[in-house]
């Protein structure tokens, strides 16, 4: 047993008479490790820009209520009313009448 934790230590399983298996297992290993770093960094990658783009998403729906909000305050009647005030346009004081048309059937 501590023969065997020495030949360990000392990397004898590398340089011995069947060492190229073992070079094949280090070998495989190594690459399945770089896969597994390089896919963990995408992942990572791919949640920060989730994280940005949902930021962003948040930003433009503020955007969004406060120009519907601004526009809605715009087109409201009093505000309509004040603005064309200095060129003499007033709200009607009589209100609308409907008018219908009767159509014949003159076929």
């Known amino acids: 047993m501590k023969e065997g934790i020495y030949h360990i230590l ?3 399983f590398l340089v011995s008479d069947d060492a190229m298996k073992n070079w094949r297992m280090i070998i495989f290993l190594s690459v399945l490790a770089i896969i597994m770093i390089a896919s963990s960094h995408r992942a990572d990658k791919k949640v920060h820009e989730i994280s940005k783009l949902n ?3 948040k930003a433009l729906r503020s955007e969004f209520v406060d120009t519907r909000l601004e526009v ?3 087109i409201m009647e009093s505000a309509v009313t004040h603005k064309v005030a200095d060129r003499g346009l007033r709200p009607p004081l009589v ?3 409907k008018i219908r048309v009767k159509q014949n059937n003159t076929d």
Do not use: H, Q, S
């Open 95 to 97: 209100p609308p009448k």
């Open 72 to 74: 809605r305050k715009r």
């Open 10 to 12: 000392k990397g004898k």
């Open 55 to 57: 930021t962003e998403v």
